[in-house]
């Protein structure tokens, strides 16, 4: 988790403590209702639930994050920006390199200034990690994107991007 997302957590567990000092303070444990026990359980689940939401928002973000736009000559994504790339270059590695260095900070990297530019595809990572060891998501063909060609390793990415360069 990002360090915001530790410091909300942390807020949370902050908050509770408050709580029961002032439940405390109050003497409302000297009550005897069993509504404080249900409020308790429910403060609780409020908090785990919200730590599971920012979880999941998280890794929402860092998808789209992973996310890269695939043109002749060029790769764009989101952190980075615009990469151009050499006639020879491989496109897996190039993507590889792009994914190795992201940060997923908040700042996003301009379009292509040049609005001739289109993109031909578009690589979703749904996973990445250990340099490219794991490695799945799905390539989308701009031309067909009802049709989304899933991968689960860079040797089926590679199959898929060659696939679709000589389509």
Same mark, same amino acid.
């Given at each position: 988790m990002r360090k915001?997302n530790?410091?909300?957590?942390? *807020?949370l567990?902050?908050?509770?403590?408050l709580?029961l000092?002032?439940w405390?303070?109050l003497?409302f444990?000297? *009550?005897d209702n069993p509504? &404080?026990i249900?409020? +308790?359980?429910l $403060?609780? *689940?409020?908090i785990?639930?919200?730590?599971l939401?920012?979880? $999941?928002?998280e890794?929402?973000?860092q998808?789209r994050i992973?996310?890269i736009? *695939?043109a /002749?000559?060029l790769?764009y994504?989101?952190? +980075?920006?615009v990469?151009?790339l050499?006639? &020879? +270059?491989?496109?897996?590695e190039?993507?590889? +390199?792009?994914?190795?260095?992201?940060?997923?900070?908040?700042?996003?990297?301009?379009?292509p200034?040049?609005s001739?530019v289109r @993109?031909q595809?578009?690589?979703?990572s749904?996973? @990445?990690? &250990?340099?490219?060891?794991t490695w799945?998501?799905?390539?989308v063909?701009v031309?067909h /994107?009802d049709? /989304?060609?899933? @991968?689960? &390793?860079?040797g089926?990415l590679a199959?898929l991007v060659?696939?679709g360069?000589?389509?």
């Amino acid at each position: 988790m990002r360090k915001s997302n530790w410091i909300i957590a942390a *807020v949370l567990l902050v908050a509770s403590v408050l709580f029961l000092w002032m439940w405390h303070a109050l003497q409302f444990n000297l *009550v005897d209702n069993p509504l &404080d026990i249900v409020v +308790t359980v429910l $403060w609780w *689940v409020v908090i785990v639930a919200a730590c599971l939401a920012i979880h $999941w928002a998280e890794k929402k973000r860092q998808e789209r994050i992973r996310t890269i736009f *695939v043109a /002749p000559g060029l790769i764009y994504n989101s952190e +980075t920006g615009v990469m151009r790339l050499d006639p &020879d +270059t491989d496109i897996v590695e190039a993507l590889q +390199t792009v994914l190795s260095g992201l940060t997923y900070n908040f700042e996003l990297a301009e379009l292509p200034s040049n609005s001739r530019v289109r @993109f031909q595809r578009i690589i979703r990572s749904s996973r @990445f990690g &250990d340099a490219g060891d794991t490695w799945e998501g799905e390539v989308v063909e701009v031309a067909h /994107p009802d049709r /989304p060609m899933p @991968f689960h &390793d860079r040797g089926e990415l590679a199959a898929l991007v060659g696939r679709g360069a000589a389509a």
